[in-house]
């Protein structure tokens, strides 16, 4: 008759020293964190610094706004610069443009990108390593190389002054980074739920519909802030299609705030300091919401088996 011995669990975790060493370690510890903290909190206030200055000069009186030194902080709080946003300019209707376009590009990156990301990693064709290459070198392609061309097929097809521009290339890939980035995190999904899928009759569809897709809220949620960033703030597409004002996007619009003369007693830098966080207000929200998947999404991305 054998008897088997229970072999004490393994311990990873550092040994601490007794006496005066743990002493020593302990105060070496805590003095580390003070150390780390401190510089976390300088770095922050680094950062923060001109997000506090951009509020502050939002809510100065053109007096207050040319004073040296300056104020931190309005001796005034002048909350009529952010009213005269909306009434010295359609701020409301930039904005509402901006949310059109933003939402219906958001939308077709996310789906056309999931698309062939699916494809790259469920199906077997020839040339599908070299193909998938190609696609992430078109990230080294500058867009001045590319603008020419498109502006000419868009005057072609009668889209100029419209948001079409904007909106339908989108719907074409999504875009070389995030076929990547999705690309990466659908490996992470194991292909037996795919199999499973197959045996009880489900079509390729609807295993990247009801499979893929809500197992990677994580991913689409980070392709999500990225695209309604970059769709949010682009200035330069809006800038060379877009030529009526009522069709501005708020980034072009924020140039009306420069390029028009207002009145004099108007303070133009505090009113544009006010437009300014009026823009950045949705995304830092969005941001804020989603922050919980985007980290979960950058963390578990490239992470296979």
Same mark, same amino acid.
């Given at each position: 008759m054998t008897t088997s011995k229970q072999s004490a669990p393994i311990s990873f975790e550092r040994e601490r020293p007794a006496g005066k060493s743990a002493a020593r370690y302990i105060l070496g510890r805590r003095l580390s964190r003070v150390w780390l903290y401190t510089l976390l909190i300088v770095t922050g206030l680094a950062f923060g610094l001109p997000f506090f200055w951009t509020i502050s000069s939002s809510l100065k009186s053109i007096t207050e706004i040319y004073i040296f030194p300056p104020t931190m902080w309005p001796a005034e709080i002048r909350w009529k610069n952010y009213a005269d946003v909306f009434t010295i300019a359609p701020f409301a209707r930039f904005i509402w443009n901006t949310v059109i376009v933003t939402l219906l590009a958001m939308l077709g990156q996310i789906l056309s990108a999931a698309v062939v990301a699916f494809g790259f990693t469920r199906f077997r064709f020839?040339?599908?390593? $070299?193909?998938?290459?190609? +696609?992430?070198?078109?990230?080294?392609?500058?867009?001045?190389?590319?603008? +020419?061309?498109?502006?000419?097929?868009?005057?072609?097809?009668?889209?100029?002054?419209?948001?079409?521009?904007?909106?339908?290339?989108?719907?074409?890939?999504?875009?070389?980074?995030?076929? !990547?980035?999705?690309?990466?995190?659908?490996?992470?999904?194991?292909?037996?739920?795919?199999?499973?899928?197959?045996?009880?009759?489900?079509?390729?569809?609807?295993?990247?519909?009801?499979?893929?897709?809500?197992? $990677?809220?994580?991913?689409?949620?980070?392709?999500?802030?990225?695209? !309604?960033?970059?769709?949010?703030?682009?200035?330069?597409?809006?800038?060379?299609?877009?030529? $009526?004002?009522?069709?501005?996007?708020?980034?072009?619009?924020?140039?009306?705030? +420069?390029?028009?003369?207002?009145?004099?007693?108007?303070?133009?830098?505090?009113?544009?300091?006010?437009?300014?966080?009026?823009?950045?207000?949705? +995304?830092?929200?969005? !941001?804020?919401?989603?922050?919980?998947?985007?980290?979960?999404?950058?963390?578990?991305?490239?992470?296979?088996?």
């Open positions: 020839p040339g599908r390593e $070299s193909l998938f290459v190609l +696609v992430l070198s078109t990230i080294m392609l500058p867009w001045q190389v590319t603008i +020419v061309p498109q502006f000419l097929l868009f005057r072609y097809l009668g889209w100029i002054n419209t948001y079409w521009p904007l909106i339908i290339p989108s719907y074409f890939g999504g875009g070389a980074f995030y076929i !990547f980035l999705l690309r990466q995190f659908f490996l992470t999904i194991p292909k037996d739920l795919d199999e499973a899928a197959k045996l009880d009759g489900a079509s390729n569809f609807r295993i990247f519909w009801n499979i893929v897709l809500p197992l $990677s809220k994580a991913a689409l949620a980070t392709v999500a802030i990225f695209s !309604f960033i970059g769709h949010w703030n682009e200035f330069f597409a809006p800038l060379i299609y877009l030529n $009526s004002t009522d069709k501005f996007t708020i980034s072009i619009g924020l140039r009306y705030f +420069v390029s028009n003369p207002f009145e004099s007693d108007e303070p133009r830098e505090a009113i544009l300091m006010a437009a300014s966080l009026i823009t950045a207000l949705p +995304v830092l929200i969005l !941001f804020f919401v989603a922050q919980k998947y985007f980290v979960q999404g950058i963390v578990t991305t490239g992470l296979k088996g």
